[in-house]
């Protein structure tokens, strides 16, 4: 049995709430203000951030990447920016 891919694992923790623009909702592991984390490659990440990187793409150095419905759990490539 090989090991769970990072976009298996960031699935495994997460629960969509229902219609086409819901959110999806990362139920692992969450910081102080409500934001989901994992650890990648021995580096703690937000899990928003993997979310980005996996659906969309990579993250320019320093950049912020931010939720369109304002909700720290949320990691639907949707909502990120």
């Not at 819901?22 to 937000?46: A, E, K, N, P, Q």
């Not at 993997?50 to 659906?55: K, R, T």
């Not at 931010?66 to 920016?81: A, E, I």
Request: with cysteine; aromatic share 8%; net charge positive.
């Amino acid at each position: 049995m090989g090991k769970i891919s990072l976009l298996g694992r960031l699935e495994a923790k997460t629960t969509r709430l229902q219609g086409e623009n819901g959110c999806w909702i990362f139920t692992g592991f969450r910081d102080r203000d409500g934001y989901g984390r994992l650890s990648v490659s021995g580096r703690d990440m937000g899990a928003h951030r993997v979310a980005y990187v996996l659906h969309v793409g990579a993250i320019p150095s320093a950049a912020h990447v931010l939720h369109k419905c304002d909700n720290p759990p949320c990691v639907n490539p949707k909502h990120l920016f």
